[in-house]
């Protein structure tokens, strides 16, 4: 069974840098792409970006220079980075994989999410 | 453009079958996902590619496509159906992932 974990700060000063960690169990992540999405209290959900386990990512263009994504194949782990946060980065942040056995990369198994506030 | 647009809210009476639909050019191209996610809980993926449900969700989950729209189906809804509703593509040229706003189902 494949399972995501995040983990990181709860709490984010503002103009201060996000960052989370994403630990998968029961696959490997040099298989799929291995993606973030965050959801702001009361909102939909936002795609953030993915990453491929070679380093290859592709960002939200609303995000995409404020963010900077990594994996580490040695500890089954990937990252995210979010700079310069404001109170609208406050969201609940979900880890997921994009599973590519499916033209759509359907986000098959995700983590349970973890809430980030910013504020000082 | 590499919006998806769903109707923000649906009701439907228990038992009965009810459609929620998302509608954007990228479903031209690929099928939608379909995700449920009840509050306070990670979304789970119900419908994925042209008709195709992952293991444990129930059969009473359909999906159809016709153009740049698409639409999951829940033939005999249940009161656990009730929920958020979103669906999800990819931008062809970008393979940007895309979300639709969300659909909430109430179940009267």
């Known amino acids: 069974q494949v399972q995501l974990q995040e983990s990181g700060p709860g709490l984010v000063k503002p103009s201060e840098t996000l960052s989370l960690m994403c630990t998968v169990s029961g696959d490997s992540i040099t298989s799929y792409f291995w993606t973030w999405i965050r959801q702001p209290p009361g909102k939909g959900l936002e795609w953030i970006g993915y990453i491929y386990f070679t380093g290859s990512t592709n960002y939200n263009p609303s995000l995409k220079s404020r963010v900077t994504m990594s994996a580490d194949t040695s500890k089954n782990q990937f990252s995210l980075k979010l700079s310069s946060v404001t109170a609208a980065d406050t969201a609940v942040y979900y880890c997921?994989?994009?599973?590519?056995?499916?033209?759509?990369?359907?986000?098959?198994?995700w983590g349970q999410g973890t809430l980030v506030t910013v504020s000082s | 453009s590499s919006e998806l647009t769903q109707d923000p809210a649906v009701s439907v009476a228990l038992g009965q079958t009810v459609r929620i639909t998302c509608q954007g050019d990228?479903?031209?191209?690929?099928?939608a996902s379909w995700y449920q996610q009840k509050p306070g809980q990670a979304p789970i993926l119900v419908i994925y590619?042209?008709?195709n449900r992952p293991s444990g969700i129930p059969d009473r989950f359909s999906a159809s496509s016709s153009g740049n729209t698409a639409s999951l189906a829940i033939t005999g809804a249940q009161a656990a159906d009730e929920a958020d509703y979103y669906c999800?593509?990819?931008?062809?040229?970008?393979?940007?992932?895309?979300f639709g706003g969300g659909t909430k189902l109430t179940v009267l």
């Open positions: 997921a994989r994009a599973a590519t056995y499916s033209t759509t990369w359907p986000l098959d198994y």
């Open positions: 990228s479903l031209r191209i690929y099928y």
């Open positions: 590619g042209k008709n």
């Open positions: 999800q593509s990819r931008d062809s040229t970008t393979n940007h992932l895309i």
